[in-house]
Every structure is written in C-alpha cells, then in structure tokens.
C-alpha cells in the first residue's frame, strides 16, 4: 500500500481564491512528521509547511495552512488567495519516526492558477 | 537561513564519461544528506542517504558502484555518476536535513541538476 496518496494529479484555481490539495498517509507509527513541498518548474524543491502527529493545532505558514485530521489519517494543504507564482507540482511527504528518518512523498499534484 | 546549493545546475556529457554532482549547506551544518533522482512528471525517488564520515547508505535497486557518494565534510556531499549512459539522464536534486531545527528536522532541497547523457 502506498504510504502517501494524493489523489488529484491536477487542480485548477482561479486568482484570489482558496484551494485545497488532498494528501492522506498510511502508518502504524505514533511518531510521523508530514510536510508539504511546492516544486515550480525550475525544479527546486521548496518547503512550506510541516505538521508533527503530535501537534495539537493545525500549522499555519503565511497563505498555507494544513488542515490535519488525524484519525482520517489526511493532512490536506490549504492555500488562501492563491496567486499567479503558486502555479507548481505540490509534493506532501511523510517522515516515520525518529527524527533521522527518511521522507516518503506522493506523486504530487499540479496546481495551475489563473488570471 | 536553511539555504542549499548546488553545482552544477545542468550538464551534458558523452557517454562513458563520469559526472560529479556537490551538494552544499550554505548557512547550516548537515550530518545526514540525501540524494534523489526524478523522471519527468513524477516523484521524487530516493537513492541514498549521506552520513558525514561514513559510508552512504543505498536505497535497494541503486548501483553503489554506479553512484558514488562522498559526504566528506558537515557541509558538503557529492554525487558521482560514474561512465555515464543514456538511461542515466535524469533531475537528480539533493537535500541537507536541518539536525538543530528541532522537531521539524526538515529536509532541505538544493535547486537540482539535470544530466543529459548523450
């Protein structure tokens, strides 16, 4: 079974709105961190927001915020009033664990946004 | 803060040839690197995990002998692909894990380098 499943191969979003991209996770691990990445077509690879199982409130990093719904085991990125540079691939992963751990990421969404 | 560089961020050589690929923290010491390979349009794969001063440790299905991996110094790792062919053309794209970053220890992405093998 995969471990990250991001069901929506493409999104499309008009400019100014809200839109959210599904991730769930499969682990029997207690102890898991997951994070959200944006790649824009350049290809790097940039971090925007992390949620450890332990958290108790739902992260927050400026435009993103991760709706964590612990027992439907989904971690659901949320961009408010998106923006035309929010056009990329968006990864989520999942780090099992201890700290030392490595990343799992799924197949990745592609968010286009328009004028 | 957290920056990771890369070098170079495009090559194209001929087949046969070795290529080597630095991965660097720029503003953070990184015990743990690690390195990726992507094919167009999909996710990333892990190759190999970086230890500074030890040996790397290879995810099952990568040639070792192939990739060669040197993690010499807390702020650089190299990738070294070695006579080169065709299938190994690729985005391969590295990260530094943040270990002082507390719970998070993110993962840090450098911009990427694209081989082209001919």
């Known amino acids: 079974a995969q471990k990250i499943t991001q069901t929506q191969p493409g999104m499309f979003v008009q400019e100014k709105e809200a839109v959210t991209l599904d991730c769930t996770y499969d682990?029997?691990?207690?102890?898991?961190?997951l994070f959200w990445y944006k790649q824009p077509s350049s290809g790097e690879m940039i971090f925007l927001i992390y949620?450890?199982?332990?958290?108790?409130q739902n992260a927050t990093e400026g435009r993103y915020s991760l709706n964590f719904q612990k027992a439907r085991k989904s971690a659901n990125l949320v961009i408010s009033a998106s923006q035309l540079g929010d056009s990329a691939m968006y990864f989520c992963a999942m780090r099992e664990g201890t700290r030392y751990s490595t990343l799992t990421f799924g197949k990745g969404t592609m968010l286009l946004v328009s004028p | 803060g957290a920056v990771v560089s890369q070098h170079p961020s495009r090559v194209i050589c001929k087949s046969g040839t070795s290529v080597k690929i630095e991965c660097r923290s720029l503003?953070?010491?990184?015990?743990?690197m690690f390195w990726y390979r992507q094919f167009p349009k999909q996710s990333l794969m892990l190759m190999a995990t970086?230890?500074?001063?030890?040996?790397?440790?290879?995810e099952q299905g990568v040639e070792k002998d192939k990739f060669l991996i040197n993690h010499a110094s807390l702020t650089l790792s190299t990738l070294t692909v070695t006579s080169a062919h065709p299938e190994d053309s690729s985005f391969y794209i590295c990260?530094?894990?943040?270990?002082?970053?507390?719970?998070?220890?993110?993962?840090?992405f450098g911009p990427g380098t694209r081989l082209t093998v001919l």
């Open positions: 990260s530094a894990r943040d270990s002082t970053g507390g719970p998070k220890d993110t993962q840090y």
């Open positions: 682990t029997s691990d207690p102890s898991y961190g």
């Open positions: 970086s230890n500074e001063g030890s040996k790397a440790t290879y």
């Open positions: 949620q450890g199982s332990y958290d108790q």
């Open positions: 503003d953070f010491q990184a015990t743990t």
